[in-house]
């Protein structure tokens, strides 16, 4: 009568050690779950208290602001309320940047559609996107940066009100290299304080912010100097027609 042959031990091996590889990868790629999910939490409260604190608190700076202090060696900047600057200035940046400024939550809707009809990874910005990407963010263009921007952007706005998004607008955006900040520009550009600036001065001053290493409010172009023109007027007009009265006293 013959015997089956033993079974082999190495099979055995084999058959017991096949079920622990699923079962070690699903507990990695739980702990990536999990710390993933706890990463987003940490930063989520981070960006939450930030925006909070910046509701009273004057940045004392930006990412913007240290990358060219240390390319350019120093910068200029001096932070002053906006109950120190000319109305004439917050409102020709209203005008030039942001015409619905005080009827939007944040984000303009119906430009946002336009840019993205264009396929334009920029445009379409609100003054309170702008704000966001200069107080907490970093620059340069990217979708990562723009969807960060398009969450926190209404978070900030409901916190903040209309005139204190105005203020940090204007203490931190760069208005000629190496120049930051409305007092700062007045003086460099005009040798007057941000209080002091007339209609044509504010104008000038508000049209150069898209691009303030490329535009010259002191010796402007002749476009440049159509463009301010339209500014004052549409100025004057958003005071007529009421959307500067959630800045203005």
């Not at 507990?27 to 939490?41: E, G, P």
């Not at 120093?74 to 409102?91: A, C, G, L, T, Y």
Request: with cysteine; hydrophobic share 45%; net charge positive.
């Amino acid at each position: 009568m013959e015997l089956d042959p033993p079974p082999q031990e190495t099979g055995s091996v084999e058959a017991l050690a096949t079920p622990q590889e699923p079962s070690k990868l699903r507990h990695i790629l739980a702990l990536i779950r999990r710390w993933s999910f706890r990463s987003i939490l940490i930063i989520t409260i981070i960006m939450a208290f930030w925006g909070l604190m910046y509701r009273w608190v004057n940045p004392p700076t930006t990412l913007y602001i240290i990358q060219e202090s240390q390319r350019l060696g120093e910068v200029k900047q001096e932070w002053v309320d906006i109950e120190n600057v000319s109305p004439v200035m917050v409102r020709a940046l209203v005008a030039a940047e942001d015409a619905n400024f005080c009827y939007h939550w944040g984000i303009d809707s119906a430009a946002v559609r336009k840019a993205l009809k264009q396929g334009a990874i920029r445009g379409g910005s609100t003054i309170s996107q702008q704000v966001v990407k200069n107080a907490f963010l970093w620059p340069g263009r990217s979708w990562l940066r723009k969807a960060i921007e398009a969450l926190m952007t209404p978070y900030v706005d409901l916190l903040w009100n209309k005139r204190r998004m105005l203020e940090v607008y204007l203490n931190i955006a760069e208005f000629d290299t190496g120049i930051f900040g409305i007092q700062a520009a007045a003086q460099h550009h005009f040798g007057v304080n941000a209080k002091d600036l007339n209609r044509v001065q504010a104008a000038r001053l508000a049209v150069v912010l898209p691009d303030p290493k490329g535009r010259s409010a002191i010796a402007p172009s002749k476009s440049l100097r159509k463009r301010a023109s339209s500014v004052i007027a549409g100025s004057d007009m958003i005071r007529r027609d009421g959307r500067s009265k959630c800045f203005e006293d």
